[in-house]
C-alpha cells in the first residue's frame, strides 16, 4: 500500500513538471500569456520604445551592475501571493527574473482591493491562478511554477521541500533564493526549518497588523541568525495563533506600507543575486517617522533548530579553512545614545 501511494506521489510530481513545461512553451505572440509580445529570447540594450528592457540595461552603462543579463539566470520562490508577495512578485517579473516559483492556498477577495496588484474580476480565484495569469501578461518571457496549497501540512511540506531543491531554473537544481511574505508565524517557521534543513538561503518579510511597519531580513543559514534563533513571543511561547484572533476583528492594511515593503525586499534581492551594493541582513520601516533601521544577528549557538545549529558548525569550519587574510573582521557593534529601540546597529 505504502509503495502505491508512493509512486502515485512520483507520478504526480511528474505530472505537473510536464504540466509546467508545457505553460511555458508558448507560442510566441499567441496570445496564451502572451501579453501582446512575443518573447524576446536576449535582452537587448537598445534605446527604442519597443524594447521593455533598456531602461533595466541602461543599469549596465551607468556602472551599477556590471551584467543585468544575469537576472534571466535566477529562480526565485515566492511563499505567500498577498499585499507583499503579489507585489514582490510583479516587481521580479518586470525585472526579468529567469523563473517564479508561487506558493500560496487563499483565494482572491473583494477585502483584498484596498491593496495592489489583485482586481475585482479575480475574485473567488486562487492567488496563484489569478497571479500566474496577469504575470504573464505584463512578461512572457518569465516561466512561473505554481503551487496551490498550505506548505505548512506534512504532505505539502515534502512537496515544498522537493520544489525548493529541484525547481531551480533547470529542472533538478535547486532555487537560487526562497522569498517569505506569508502572514502569520507558523507558515514562516516552516519555511525556516525548511531552508536550514536545505541549507537554502531565504529573505523573510513582513507588515505589522497596524500597518504602519515592516521589516525585510536576509537569513543565511549557519551565518546569520535564523527565524528560530531569536523568535517573536508567540513562537517562543507556543501560543497558538488562532487563539489571537478575533471574529469580526482583522489587521489594518495599507498598499503604502506594502508597497514599501515589497520594494526594499525586491531591490535587497537584486542586489544579492546581481551582487551590486550592500544588501541589509535586517531593513525596517516605521512610517510614522520614517525611520529605516538596520542590524545583523548573528545565530543562536542554543537554537532549538538542530538543522540551525548543523549548518552554525558547517560555517565554522568554512571560515576556519579560508586563508588568513579572506577572513573579514568583525564590525563593531555600536549602541546610538538616541535610538528609542535600544537596538544594536552594525556600520
Known amino acids: 500500500m505504502a ?3 508512493e509512486r502515485l506521489q512520483q507520478r504526480v510530481q511528474e505530472l505537473e513538471r510536464e504540466l509546467a513545461q508545457e505553460r511555458n512553451r508558448r507560442v510566441p505572440g499567441s496570445g496564451e500569456g502572451g501579453g ?34 544575469k537576472i534571466r539566470t535566477f529562480a526565485v520562490a515566492i511563499v505567500g501571493v498577498g499585499g507583499v508577495g503579489s507585489v514582490t512578485a510583479e516587481m521580479l517579473t518586470r525585472c526579468g527574473i529567469g523563473k517564479l516559483l508561487l506558493f500560496d492556498y487563499d483565494k482572491v477577495e473583494l477585502a483584498n482591493m484596498n491593496r495592489l496588484f489583485f482586481q475585482p474580476h479575480q475574485a473567488g480565484l486562487s492567488k496563484v491562478q489569478a497571479a500566474e495569469h496577469t504575470l504573464r501578461n505584463i512578461n512572457p518571457d518569465v516561466l512561473f511554477e505554481v503551487h496551490n496549497y498550505n ?40 519555511i525556516n526549518t525548511a531552508c536550514n534543513e536545505l541549507g537554502q538561503t531565504w529573505m523573510e518579510s513582513g507588515v505589522s497588523e497596524n500597518a504602519v511597519s515592516g521589516h525585510m531580513q536576509l537569513i543565511i543559514p549557519g551565518e546569520s541568525a535564523c527565524f528560530a534563533c531569536a523568535p517573536p513571543l508567540v513562537v517562543a511561547a507556543n501560543i497558538d495563533e488562532k487563539t489571537l484572533k478575533r471574529e469580526g476583528v482583522c489587521a489594518a492594511s495599507l498598499p503604502t506600507t506594502m508597497g514599501v515593503v515589497a520594494g526594499i525586499l525586491v531591490q535587497n534581492v537584486l542586489k544579492f543575486l546581481l551582487n551590486f551594493g550592500t544588501v541589509s541582513f535586517y531593513l525596517g520601516y516605521n512610517a510614522m517617522q520614517d525611520f529605516f533601521p538596520t ?23 568554512k571560515v576556519a579553512a579560508l586563508p588568513k587574510q579572506e577572513v573579514m573582521q568583525e564590525e563593531e557593534e555600536i549602541i546610538h545614545e538616541d535610538n528609542e529601540w535600544a537596538r544594536r546597529f552594525c556600520h
Not at 540594450?45 to 543579463?69: C, F, H, Q, T, W
Not at 505548512?152 to 531554473?169: P, W
Open 295 to 317: 542590524m545583523s544577528m548573528k545565530p543562536n549557538p542554543q537554537c532549538d533548530d538542530r538543522n540551525c545549529r548543523k549548518q552554525q558548525e558547517e560555517y565554522k569550519k
Open 3 to 5: 509503495e502505491s501511494v
Open 36 to 69: 501582446g509580445r512575443v518573447r524576446i529570447e536576449k535582452m537587448s540594450s537598445e534605446v527604442v520604445d519597443s524594447n521593455p528592457y533598456s531602461r533595466l540595461m541602461a543599469l549596465k552603462r551607468m556602472g551599477i551592475v556590471s551584467d543585468y543579463e
Open 151 to 190: 506548505i505548512t501540512t506534512v504532505e505539502n511540506f515534502q512537496h515544498f521541500m522537493d520544489r525548493i531543491s529541484n525547481g531551480g531554473l533547470e529542472e533538478g537544481k535547486p532555487v537560487d533564493l526562497v522569498l517569505s511574505c506569508v502572514d502569520n508565524f507558523e507558515a514562516r517557521m516552516t
